[in-house]
Antibody, heavy 119, light 107 residues
């Protein structure tokens, strides 16, 4: 069965970087893009961007351009999302998900990783 | 960017009620619209894709309709496990954007 398993919670200081991993299993990793979405406490869902494991192509939301880097390692079927220059308002749960379908949808999700930014 | 709005932002309902949630896009998105359910502390779950296609394993009491700018999610007979927050999301263009959510709680 398809599974996405994310790394554990992180606490970071303002200005630092965080790298969250997302280990995929149960399907052909290179066939589906991976997207990243975040959710601040008590807030809605915010799309950050996607990466194609097939060729490494990325598409980032303009809001995160210059601060986010998405990568994949096809040998370990793992996707990564690194966010730099962290601020307190980056405190959120970060989710990875698989993008599927002719009408792109996010059909399988990781369990989420809480990133807390605090001095 | 395409802006998504939802109404109502919250609603109170009873088991067995018919519930309707509306989603509107700031421009036409054809049928590039998906619906998700999220329960507290959990990841979102895909319910409906392409405006009206029920995801495998999702109960048939959920249905979606609409195209262009106006869309609807309907729960025909609300069950206890349906109390959650529902989000619409457009896949017509990037950035993919979500609606602000509709929280369905118990009356």
């Amino acid at each position: 069965q398809v599974q996405l398993v994310q790394s554990g919670a992180e606490v970071k200081k303002p200005g630092a970087s965080v790298k969250v991993s997302c280990k995929a299993s149960g399907y052909t990793f290179s066939t589906y893009a991976i997207i990243w979405v975040r959710q601040a406490p008590g807030q809605g869902l915010e799309w950050m961007g996607w990466i194609s494991p097939n060729n490494g192509n990325t598409n980032y939301a303009q809001k995160f351009q210059g601060r986010v880097t998405m990568t994949t390692d096809t040998s370990t079927t793992t996707a990564y999302m690194e966010l730099g220059s962290l601020r307190s308002d980056d405190t959120a749960v970060y989710y990875c998900a698989r993008q599927s379908g002719v009408v792109p949808n996010f059909d399988y999700w990781g369990q989420g990783t809480l990133v807390t930014v605090s001095s | 960017d395409i802006q998504m709005t939802q109404s109502p932002s919250s609603l109170s309902a009873s088991v067995g009620d018919r519930v309707t949630i509306t989603c509107r896009a700031s421009q036409s998105i054809s049928s590039y619209l998906n619906w998700y359910q999220q329960k507290p502390g959990k990841a979102p779950k895909l319910l409906i894709c392409a405006a009206s296609s029920l995801q495998s394993g999702v109960p048939s009491r959920f249905s979606g309709s609409g195209s262009g700018t106006d869309f609807t999610l309907t729960i025909s007979s609300l069950q206890p496990e349906d109390f959650a927050t529902y989000y619409c999301q457009q896949s017509y263009s990037t950035p993919r954007t979500f609606g602000p959510g509709t929280k369905v709680d118990m009356k």
